[in-house]
């Protein structure tokens, strides 16, 4: 079993910036990605931005969704376990509970969740 514990969520006013910070514990050998969604309230769950831990060619390869690229960067810590997202230029819609994401063995692990808030 896999365990994410989030960080880092709060309020901002627009043009604001914040950081998360996920932290990985328990059965993290093969975790192949990790990465954020987001959910808003009314809305499904959505991808933000991933990027793959494991891989001799696609080691550090990222992805972003269109509405973060530029804006938001992800990034991790091999040696904390750690993976980290950098949001800058945040928008009102930005709003949403981030969840910390990892990916092993074709199972989905899932943080409890960190409210991000965007104000105009």
């Known amino acids: 079993q896999v365990q994410l514990v989030e960080s880092g969520g709060g309020s901002v006013q627009a043009g604001g910036s914040l950081r998360l910070s996920c932290s990985a514990s328990g059965s993290i050998v093969s975790i192949n990605r990790m990465g954020w969604y987001r959910q808003a309230p009314g809305k499904e769950r959505e991808l933000v931005a991933v990027?793959?831990?494991?891989?001799?060619?696609?080691?550090?390869?990222?992805n972003y969704a269109d509405s973060v690229k530029g804006r938001f960067t992800i990034s991790r810590d091999s040696a904390k376990n750690t993976v980290d997202l950098q949001m800058n230029s945040l928008k009102p819609e930005d709003t949403a509970v981030y969840y910390c994401?990892?990916?092993?063995?074709?199972?989905?692990?899932w943080g409890q969740g960190t409210q991000v808030t965007v104000s105009s």
């Open positions: 994401y990892a990916s092993r063995a074709g199972v989905q692990h």
């Open positions: 990027i793959n831990t494991i891989g001799r060619t696609n080691l550090g390869r990222t």
